[in-house]
């Protein structure tokens, strides 16, 4: 079976994540508006600006469809600008507080390699580009990661975030990790 995962393309890094989801065997779509949502089997948030792609969420009437996509079990990942798209004070599709550009503006884009639970054969090398982190989180989220002891990566159900960028520097194993997720769930029956 060839999962079909939707990645939101208002503006940002979505073709990065096209390129890693052909390459792994999934069939990327891009999601601009609400009819590109249908019979999605996981969807990714990617990075950007997270402003622009919370006012294009806004303008496209994506908001309320997405939130149905998460509360129906499909999995989501968040990256970077999406994982801020989906905290509290925007989709609230999981219980955790982004701080944007918490490591520094430009500065503090970095590479670092980290142990990310559930990713197995050594640490992920992360790109991280104007990165938030984590600034609080409530008990049903767990914590995969941390960076200068902030949260850089959790999960909360079906919904998986982390503040760097995994369709860069060609470690693809988060995305196997998030595909699995996608097959499990769209061979389990509803
Ligand atoms: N700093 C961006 C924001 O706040 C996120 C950066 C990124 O996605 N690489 O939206």
């Given at each position: 079976?060839?999962?079909?995962?939707?990645?939101l393309?208002?503006?940002?890094?979505?073709?990065?994540?096209?390129r890693?989801?052909?390459?792994?065997?999934?069939?990327?779509?891009?999601?601009?508006?609400?009819?590109?949502?249908?019979?999605?089997?996981?969807?990714?948030?990617?990075?950007?600006?997270?402003?622009?792609?919370?006012?294009?969420?806004?303008?496209?009437?994506?908001?309320?469809?997405?939130?149905?996509?998460?509360?129906?079990?499909?999995?989501?990942?968040?990256?970077?600008?999406?994982?801020?798209?989906?905290?509290?004070?925007?989709?609230?599709?999981?219980?955790?507080?982004?701080?944007?550009?918490?490591?520094?503006?430009?500065?503090?884009?970095?590479?670092?390699?980290?142990?990310?639970?559930?990713?197995?054969?050594?640490?992920?090398?992360?790109?991280?580009?104007?990165?938030?982190?984590?600034?609080?989180?409530?008990?049903?989220?767990?914590?995969?990661?941390?960076?200068?002891?902030?949260?850089?990566?959790?999960?909360q159900?079906?919904?998986?975030?982390?503040?760097?960028?995994?369709?860069?520097?060609?470690?693809?194993?988060?995305?196997?990790?998030?595909?699995?997720?996608?097959?499990?769930?769209?061979?389990?029956?509803?």
């Amino acid at each position: 079976m060839v999962p079909v995962v939707g990645i939101l393309a208002l503006q940002g890094d979505f073709e990065a994540h096209a390129r890693v989801l052909r390459e792994l065997g999934a069939e990327p779509r891009e999601v601009r508006i609400p009819a590109d949502l249908e019979g999605l089997d996981g969807l990714i948030l990617p990075g950007g600006e997270s402003t622009v792609m919370t006012l294009g969420i806004a303008r496209e009437g994506l908001a309320e469809p997405l939130r149905e996509l998460v509360d129906a079990g499909t999995p989501v990942l968040g990256t970077c600008a999406g994982l801020i798209v989906l905290d509290r004070d925007h989709l609230g599709a999981l219980d955790i507080r982004a701080r944007r550009n918490a490591f520094g503006r430009q500065v503090r884009s970095f590479e670092a390699d980290l142990e990310l639970a559930g990713v197995d054969g050594g640490p992920v090398r992360a790109v991280f580009i104007r990165a938030p982190w984590i600034d609080d989180h409530g008990p049903d989220v767990e914590v995969l990661a941390e960076v200068e002891g902030h949260p850089i990566a959790a999960r909360q159900g079906n919904v998986l975030v982390l503040a760097f960028h995994p369709e860069l520097g060609g470690d693809r194993r988060v995305h196997e990790l998030f595909l699995d997720a996608v097959r499990a769930a769209a061979a389990s029956p509803g």
